[in-house]
């Protein structure tokens, strides 16, 4: 059996392009915006200048706006591939947008992490400096864009319009805005392709997908316009969202000090964003981060991962932090499983084991509550989350999700960011890499 850090290797590898990392090649055959974050943050440990090109190729299908789209659509793949595809997005017909086509909408910005990660690993060289000073401005401007143009609420908080853009999309904290703002509305005709290799019941329900894509294709109708509330019918403030992206300032805040710049800009973005987040998502009753409708106010009552990745925030108070980590060792999370961390508490009635973000665990979602429980000192936390992760893809492989339960693999195969955060995992514990088998 080979060990898990070349299978990791292997895979990763396997779904290379020359300039990205496809996510699967089957269910998956582009790039995607987080996916090639956290595909960095594994290339950097095994070839940086991959690492590098990652990012860089995806920063080219950044909008002028500073908008980094959630899928950069791969030209030499059938258009029918995937949907929603690039005859649904029609980005190239956007001023501002480039010439390549994307989707019109984004994900959680852990890019700044990602090339600072990218940078920390060869940092003597030029071309790694040169990295640096290139993508820098870019992450300017991409945060840039989601604190002014999407900060819709008027809070300091960057809101989502669509699921996809939580990178969670299936988790049950929409439902309640989905349910009520879009029913049975009408969709566009439209054949799912993310059936084709998985099984349904992992997968969103069609109602759900419904929603969807009706939420898409109004988005688009109006230009992919952002600014006024009465626009959208799912504008959401999300912890995780806003979390990384508190973090990515930080990790921006430290990009300048490598390129002799101003730092202090950036810790104040951070600083609003703490403020926002504590005064807006925390949910002083149930002690805990949740998800704001910003329509109404209202703000999520299932506990999900998302609830816990604010411990990536520095200046929470003692109270708010114990409340976190109380939760997270709790039997909703790490207490009640042999696999955490569900992506969904495993005592609320959402909870489903095998569907899509309602239960099963992540590696992407486990690396982020990893580093927030490290960068906060709770070590046993930490512990717990990467050798959780280790296991799960020691006995099951390189899968998108993983049973919580009983660890089967769930979703695609031959996942990359389940096969980059593994090697990121294994060289930052020290797990000896040869005696893992994969
Ligand atoms: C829509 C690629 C993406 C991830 C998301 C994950 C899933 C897409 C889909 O796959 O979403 O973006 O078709 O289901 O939810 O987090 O980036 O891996």
Aim: charged letters at 20%.
């Amino acid at each position: 059996m080979k060990h898990l850090w070349h299978a990791a290797e292997d895979v990763l590898n396997a779904n290379w392009t020359g300039g990205a990392t496809l996510p699967s090649r089957r269910q998956y055959p582009h790039q995607w915006s987080w996916d090639s974050a956290f595909n960095s943050i594994g290339w950097a440990r095994l070839a940086p200048d991959r690492a590098r090109t990652e990012l860089r190729s995806l920063f080219e299908g950044q909008w002028a706006s500073g908008r980094v789209p959630q899928i950069i659509f791969n030209p030499d793949v059938d258009p029918h591939a995937y949907f929603p595809g690039p005859d649904f997005w029609r980005t190239t017909t956007i001023a501002g947008a480039p010439p390549t086509p994307t989707s019109g909408i984004v994900q959680p910005p852990i890019h700044a992490r990602a090339a600072l990660a990218t940078y920390l690993a060869d940092p003597q060289s030029d071309a790694s400096m040169d990295f640096l000073r290139a993508l820098y401005p870019r992450l300017r401007s991409w945060h840039g864009y989601l604190r002014q143009h999407r900060d819709i609420g008027a809070g300091g908080l960057a809101a989502i319009v669509h699921p996809w853009e939580s990178g969670l999309d299936n988790s049950p904290l929409w439902d309640h805005v989905l349910g009520k703002r879009i029913g049975d509305g009408q969709a566009e005709d439209y054949i799912r392709r993310d059936l084709t290799h998985i099984d349904t019941s992992h997968r969103p329900t069609d109602a759900d997908y419904r929603a969807y894509v009706v939420l898409a294709s109004h988005y688009r109708d109006t230009g992919y316009r952002d600014e006024k509330l009465n626009d959208h019918r799912f504008i959401v403030e999300d912890p995780l969202f806003n979390a990384v992206l508190l973090d990515a300032e930080l990790c921006c805040a430290r990009i300048a000090e490598l390129l002799g710049q101003d730092p202090r800009p950036h810790r104040a973005a951070a600083r609003g964003i703490h403020h926002a987040l504590v005064t807006r998502l925390w949910d002083s009753e149930a002690n805990r981060f949740a998800a704001r409708d910003v329509r109404t106010g209202a703000l999520s009552q299932t506990p999900t991962i998302g609830s816990l990745i604010p411990l990536l925030d520095p200046w929470l108070t003692q109270q708010m932090r114990e409340q976190v980590l109380r939760l997270a060792y709790s039997e909703e999370f790490a207490g009640g499983c042999e696999y955490p961390m569900p992506s969904t508490a495993l005592r609320s009635p959402d909870f489903d084991r095998y569907r899509y973000w309602r239960g099963p665990t992540w590696i992407s979602t486990n690396w982020l509550m990893w580093t927030a429980a490290t960068a906060a000192g709770a070590d046993e936390l930490a512990g717990i989350i990467a050798r959780a992760s280790i296991e799960l893809v020691d006995r099951a492989g390189f899968r998108e999700y993983y049973d919580p339960l009983d660890g089967a693999g769930l979703g695609s195969d031959l996942f990359s960011w389940t096969a980059a955060l593994t090697l990121d995992f294994l060289a930052s514990t020290g797990v000896p890499t040869d005696t893992a088998a994969g």
